[in-house]
């Protein structure tokens, strides 16, 4: 079949900035009654009716919080709090007694020491996967507040019910975050977005769905990071300013300075307020970016870098649970893909169209839906991400409890790398 979606990097964040093209396979949209999805207006919806995630708690505590986020959601607040406050005490307690023993200096504090770690290890591990069922629920009661159902298993063809697409967008971003988005959206859509009705109908590997669903997770926890920044800094009026801005500034000084003449000598004319009004007149023609987009462009590479990843361990776990949840184990799926493609190609047209060939007869796991319904597997994407971000930073600032990830080492360019 000709014209299938190409492919992405396994490079989650590379990913993103790959287009994602998608063919048309009909117009009409068949129907699948086990997948249907209801969608209920956001002041009537009631939790229990929600579709929330597929990805299941690991813990009989994240069981707990499920149930009473979609049948007493009045509890939940509370009981992801006190769960939290006794993590946060065990911790205490554990570091306390880790020194205490630390500063025994005969054998029996030794040996009881060594028991001490191993116990801890047991312990850790299953304090790690009560940690991180808290955050999962925490961030799917963020869907349920917003009154949006989240996809199911995508599996087949993927029909579902469109879903309030304004509470994705204006619900949780800011006004230029939201250009951000659809920037995103475009980069990982390509023109399937505008040339391709709703309802029309795309096939696609889910090797590929799966890494433009993580990679959209990533751009939503990046953009959370970065508009937070930008938002401080515009606050406190430091935000650094950029040599178009610095040239319009300039310009807004000498407009006044020009006006002011006029008023003092109003017979005289003068030639710069032509010339002023003439540059104002093209730079309005002209669109121009964004302010939150000029300031991640003015990031050097470590501040990109370190502004984009995912800053604890369970914030990591937490986007591979949702995109393996939703579409399958990454590494399965990336092996079923290099098996298809083989390692005799000569060229990326080559392997494109292996990977194009593999989709067309099934030689890989596929998953089918509408354009509208890719567009909103994109934008819960870029929310649990999003919300992801806002959940880290709770349990980080008010707990202490996140596990740090080393940051990633960047090698500096030498000239012969230029």
Request: proline share 4%; aromatic share 6%.
């Amino acid at each position: 079949m000709p014209g299938l979606c190409s492919t992405h990097t396994v490079n989650c964040i590379s990913a993103s900035r790959n287009v994602v093209r998608a063919p048309v396979l009909s117009t009409s949209r068949p129907r699948c009654g086990r997948c249907n999805l209801k969608v209920f207006a956001q002041d009537k919806f009631s939790p229990q009716e929600l579709g929330l995630a597929p990805a299941k708690p690991k813990t009989a505590y994240g069981e707990m919080l499920a149930y009473y986020l979609k049948m007493e959601p009045q509890l939940f607040k509370t009981a992801v709090e006190d769960q939290l406050s006794k993590l946060q005490e065990e911790r205490e307690d554990k570091e306390r007694r880790r020194r205490q023993l630390e500063s025994g200096s005969n054998a029996a504090d030794a040996s009881e020491l060594t028991l001490y770690k191993r116990m801890e290890e047991v312990r850790a591990s299953e304090v790690s996967a009560t940690l991180e069922d808290l955050m999962y629920i925490s961030i799917l009661e963020k869907f349920v507040l917003l009154g949006v159902e989240m996809l199911p298993r995508m599996d087949g063809f993927v029909d579902v019910a469109p879903t309030n697409l304004v509470a994705l967008t204006e619900g949780l971003h800011s006004r230029e975050a939201i250009e951000l988005v659809k920037e995103h959206i475009m980069g990982v859509m390509g023109p399937a977005l505008t040339t391709q009705f709703s309802n029309a109908v795309v096939k696609m590997s889910k090797f590929q769905m799966v890494q433009v669903y993580a990679a959209s997770i990533m751009f939503g926890y990046f953009l959370r990071r970065v508009d937070q920044r930008f938002q401080l800094e515009r606050s406190m009026g430091t935000l650094p300013m950029s040599r178009e801005d610095a040239v319009a500034r300039l310009e807004r000084l000498f407009s006044m300075a020009d006006a002011e003449e006029s008023t003092a000598e109003p017979d005289r004319p003068t030639s710069s307020s032509s010339a002023s009004s003439s540059s104002n007149s093209s730079s309005l023609m002209k669109k121009e970016k964004s302010a939150l987009r000029k300031y991640v462009e003015s990031f050097d590479q470590a501040m990109m870098v370190e502004t984009a990843r995912i800053v604890s361990a369970e914030g990591a776990a937490l986007v591979e649970r949702q995109a393996t949840a939703l579409l399958g184990d990454i590494k399965k799926l990336t092996a079923q893909m290099q098996s298809v493609v083989g390692t005799d190609a000569t060229s990326k047209d080559q392997v494109l169209e292996r990977m194009a060939r593999a989709v067309e007869t099934d030689e890989v796991e596929t998953v089918a839906m509408t354009v509208g319904t890719q567009r909103r597997a994109v934008l819960e994407a870029v929310a649990y991400g999003t919300f992801l971000r806002d959940v880290e930073t709770w349990v980080q600032s008010d707990y202490g409890l996140l596990t740090p990830l080393p940051p990633p080492r960047i090698q500096s360019m030498g000239p012969d790398d230029e």
